[in-house]
Each structure stands twice: as C-alpha cells, then as structure tokens.
C-alpha cells in the first residue's frame, strides 16, 4: 500500500537559513507524482512544487526546489533563504497511476516549519 | 478566476445532528474531490467525482456520510447523524480532466467541522 512518511512534525529555523523538510514513500507503481502543499494558519492548502516519477530533473520553483532520490524513495523539500512568511504546515503528498489527474492524492502527517526572526 | 470556494466555514453541531456541507469547484473542472483532517491525523480522501459520477468512493467512512454533485458542479456532503469522532476540517478540491499529463489539484479553504 501507498504510504508518505514526514518523520519531522515540528522544526525551527532562522529566517534567511535554509531549511530541508523531509518526506519519505512507498509505492509499487513506477509511475507517480510527488507534491508538496503549505498550510498556513489561514487553513488553505497552497501547492507548491510537483515531481513526476520519470522526471529526470528535480523540481524547482523559485526558493522550493524538490530533492528527489528516487533509489531511497526520497522527496525532499527545500526552501532558500526562510523567510517570516514560511511559518506553516507543510504537507508532502502522493498520486499514484500515472500522471492522471483523476487519482486520489495520499499526504503525509505534515511538518510545522517555524521561522524565527 | 475564483478558486474553489467552500460553505460553511465553521460549523458547530451537536452529536447527532446533520450538517451538509458545500463545494464549489473552479468553473470547469471535471474533477471534484473531498478530502478531511480529523485531529492529530493525516489528511484522508474521502471520495472523487468525474462531472457528475463519483468515481471513487473508497475513502467514505461509513453510510453516514452521502456526497452528491449534482449536474457536475457544486457539490454537497451531509453527514448524518454526525458522530463526535467527524470532528475536522474538510477540504474540497478540484482539477482539469488533465488526461495523462500532470494536474494539479487546487483546495478550497476547508470547512471546519465540531461536534460536541
């Protein structure tokens, strides 16, 4: 069964570090899309950065880049140079059978990035 | 555009009673999809609609819970009689018939559900 796996439910950072959020998965279908979502305190949920399984390049969107290890089943989020405005609820999140659009999206339990000034 | 929109934004309900909560999708998205965030918990599907079919359904605790689309564009999910453990936030989303290419599934701000 399809499983994501975020092992950090709480981090700190200083604002303009970097910071890595952790996610793990397990699927048996070659072919999935990896996702990342932000909740702030707001109660959306923000898309920010999408990998495909076949992607040869990791996925980048402006400070989010995706460090993805497909070997170690690994979807790293990245965001350079925090910022205040990063505190929130992160989500990784996975869609299986291909690309379809049409399949269900499994998250994991979520990570709480603070920023510190 | 307007993004999906969802109604009510809280709702506090005692145990027992019925609450239908609503949906509204980006205009022309096929797609349709409830999802929920019960306390402490990950976030879970619920179930997915194509227009007005719901193509899957695997994710719907129990028979207390009845979503509807009706004429594929809004789209309502009453729960009755609710119990304390529905207690959460329930997120809608919605996306394009993207086919075989990447679709991104965009979320309505939730609607917080309590039940005392």
């Known amino acids: 069964a399809q499983k994501i796996t975020q092992t950090q439910p709480g981090m700190f950072v200083q604002e303009k570090e970097a910071v890595t959020l952790d996610c793990t998965y397990d699927?048996?279908?070659?072919?999935?899309?990896l996702f990342w979502y932000k909740q702030p305190s707001s109660g959306e949920m923000i898309f920010l950065i999408y990998q495909g399984s076949y992607d040869q390049q990791n996925a980048t969107e402006g400070r989010y880049s995706l460090n993805f290890q497909k070997a170690r089943k690994s979807a790293n989020l990245v965001i350079s140079a925090s910022q205040l405005g990063d505190s929130a609820m992160y989500f990784c999140?996975?869609?299986?059978?291909?690309?379809?659009?049409?399949?269900?999206?499994?998250f994991g339990s979520g990570t709480r990035l603070s920023i510190r000034p | 555009e307007a993004g999906v929109t969802q109604f009510p934004s809280h709702s506090v309900i005692e145990k027992g009673q019925t609450v239908t909560l609503r949906c509204d999708p980006i205009s022309g998205h096929d797609n349709l999809y409830w999802y929920r965030r019960v306390m402490g918990k990950e976030i879970k599907f619920l179930l997915h609609f194509v227009k007005e079919s719901k193509q899957d359904e695997s994710g719907m605790p129990n028979n207390r819970f009845l979503a509807e689309r009706t004429g594929g564009t809004y789209s309502t999910l009453k729960v009755q009689p609710a119990e304390l453990e529905d207690s959460g936030v329930y997120f809608c989303?919605?996306?394009?018939?993207?086919?075989?290419?990447?679709?991104?599934?965009?979320f309505g701000p939730g609607t917080r559900l309590t039940v005392l």
């Open positions: 999140a996975m869609r299986e059978a291909g690309y379809s659009s049409a399949s269900k999206i499994i």
């Open positions: 989303a919605s996306s394009q018939d993207g086919g075989i290419s990447y679709n991104e599934q965009f």
């Open positions: 699927t048996s279908d070659p072919s999935y899309g």
